[in-house]
């Protein structure tokens, strides 16, 4: 090597160091906004969700689970891919199907937790002082914890950040939930692999044509994954109470409606949004899922504390809703 050559980690130009320096300089003042923009909206929603966590298990105990305990648990049909030597005989004998013999659950088992990040998502109207995005936020955040309190894995599908397991996992969730690269164009879950027969809850206001939720969510049912659908909507959405001349502005397209009596509406409207929820109702019984409505004016904890025990049922039923998902095609 020539000796007027410049070593490895030796002296640099000062010129090549401001260049550097200046270019640096707007990618760290963009982290820093979006570092503050994140300071001043992740306290008010963590604590809220703290708080509702703390309310509800006041009035709840931990979820038995199926595993590797040593507690029987239950009997299940038994599926492709179970061990011979899982079969219990005695149980089988009893009839013409084999059944296998399920230990109360002790090792961890992650939940995938999903909230919709759409336009529409983004909505509050004066009949509500959350918006359904940051309902959404708080109900997923206070279950997470819930769960992780209980020695629970959590992880947000479609994130690649890991499941969280203490509280410094909850609050990289919490990043991921208030960044702007969590935003998406489309009211439907992503096409994230998830390992067979876990769990999954999905916060949205599931307004996107049920023929396309069916399509997305029927992958997730094929494998044996048990899921839980949380309708969140805004009261104005599901009373629609105004009155007189009303303009009506689309959230997630262009166009507009300018009605003379928007009471007129009401009960045209309120059809169309029960036929609907109906759709997604028969959806979710055709998956084997559970169907819930939440609207922004209610308590959160009403609808944590009913979910939270019912994330018990989806893994209590055998095959969690495989052959029904087949059978709905």
Not at 90 to 101: A, C, D, E, H, P
Not at 151 to 158: C, D, I, Q, S, T
Request: charged content about 25%.
């Amino acid at each position: 090597m020539s000796e007027d050559a410049p070593l490895s980690g030796g002296p640099k130009s000062p010129h090549a160091e401001k260049a550097r320096s200046t270019q640096a300089a707007p990618a760290r003042a963009g982290l820093r906004a979006q570092a503050e923009r994140l300071a001043e909206a992740l306290p008010p929603l963590l604590v809220e969700a703290e708080r509702v966590a703390n309310t509800v298990a006041q009035g709840v105990h931990g979820r038995r689970r199926s595993g590797s305990g040593e507690s029987f648990w239950q009997y299940r049909r038994y599926r492709a891919g179970d061990a011979a030597q899982r079969i219990d005989w005695r149980q089988s004998g009893k009839s013409s199907k084999l059944y296998v013999r399920e230990t109360e659950w002790e090792a961890a088992e992650t939940l995938w937790l999903w909230r919709d990040a759409s336009a529409s998502m983004d909505y509050r109207s004066s009949f509500a002082q959350i918006s359904k995005k940051d309902r959404a936020t708080v109900l997923s955040l206070a279950l997470a914890n819930l769960l992780v309190r209980g020695g629970e894995r959590v992880a947000v599908l479609g994130s690649g950040i890991p499941p969280a397991t203490n509280r410094m996992g909850l609050r990289r969730l919490a990043h991921h939930y208030l960044s702007d690269e969590e935003s998406q164009p489309e009211s439907l879950p992503p096409g994230a692999h998830v390992p067979p027969y876990a769990a999954m809850v999905f916060f949205s206001d599931f307004l996107s044509p049920p023929d396309k939720l069916a399509k997305a969510l029927q992958p997730y049912a094929h494998r044996g994954i048990g899921g839980h659908m949380v309708q969140i909507i805004d009261p104005a959405e599901a009373d629609l109470p105004f009155e007189g001349r009303t303009e009506f502005v689309g959230v997630e397209d262009p166009r507009r409606l300018l009605v003379g009596k928007a009471e007129s509406l009401r009960s045209a409207y309120h059809r169309r949004l029960e036929e609907h929820q109906d759709a997604l109702r028969q959806i979710a019984r055709r998956l084997g899922w559970h169907f819930t409505i939440h609207r922004t004016d209610r308590p959160a904890e009403t609808c944590l504390l009913s979910l939270y025990g019912q994330l018990a049922d989806i893994n209590r039923t055998p095959g969690r809703g495989t052959a029904a998902a087949r059978q709905g095609g």
